[in-house]
């Protein structure tokens, strides 16, 4: 199975400041139609998951703009310009290249 | 608006066995790929079960293998998940998901607990 490390694990913040999350893969996430199926989901306190990027990059409606996704291959990172009130949760890497979908540990994002 | 709304967890021992229900509305349910995903308490996520549109497609977690059924009712709107054999490492909250398109998931219920304990 496809490994997903996350890092760093707990990411304390300070509001307005950025904040970056690192993921990679034990392998390529490259499919063979040429798509990186690699997604990034935002879990807040008590609630369901909720997709924000999917495709590495690519923004869901409704998700603010100071979420970002980059990276290809194996190393992938999700940035937040400026960390908001409303962002405190655990975030989720997700591939979905190789069988089985596998999730990376968590990164938990909490104020200072 | 996607719903999917999950039912029929609860507490079971070991060895036992229950059904899980998630009802769809809000999207054309015979047209999606359907997913079971797990949490168990204050850890991270899981796959557990996909199945496609018809049914005739089905691929699960090595964990669950044998003991665990995905299957769907079109005509219902209607996923299921029967899980047989449980075992104290099965207690998670089960979320019903949609597959938006190739390997993605889009939309989540809110979930059901399922706790297998004596």
């Known amino acids: 199975d496809v490994v997903m490390t996350q890092s760093p694990l707990s990411l304390p913040v300070t509001l307005g400041q950025p904040a970056s999350i690192s993921c990679r893969s034990s392998q390529s996430l490259v499919h063979s139609d040429g798509n990186t199926y690699l997604h990034w989901f935002q879990q807040r306190p008590g609630q369901s998951p909720r997709r924000l990027i999917y495709?590495?990059?690519n923004r869901d409606s409704g998700v603010p703009d100071r979420f970002s996704g980059s990276g290809s291959g194996t190393d992938f990172t999700l940035k937040i310009s400026r960390v908001e009130a409303e962002d405190v949760g655990v975030y989720y890497c997700?591939?979905?290249?190789?069988?089985?979908?596998?999730f990376g540990q968590g990164t938990k994002v909490e104020i200072k | 608006e996607v719903q999917l709304v999950e039912s029929g967890g609860g507490l079971v021992q070991p060895g036992g066995s229950l059904r899980l229900s998630c009802a769809a509305s809000g999207f054309t349910f015979r047209s999606y790929w359907m997913t079971w995903v797990r949490q168990a308490p204050g850890k991270g996520l899981e796959w557990v079960a996909n199945i496609n549109q018809d049914g005739s497609h089905k691929s699960y977690v090595d964990s669950v293998k044998g003991r665990f059924t995905i299957s769907r009712d079109n005509a219902k709107n209607s996923l299921y998940l029967e899980m047989n054999s449980l075992r104290a490492e099965d207690t998670a909250v089960y979320y019903c998901?949609?597959?938006?398109?190739?390997?993605?998931?889009?939309?989540w219920g809110q979930g059901t607990l399922v706790t297998v304990s004596s």
């Open positions: 997700m591939q979905g290249t190789h069988w089985p979908w596998t």
């Open positions: 495709k590495v990059s």
């Open positions: 998901v949609r597959a938006g398109g190739v390997g993605s998931v889009d939309y």
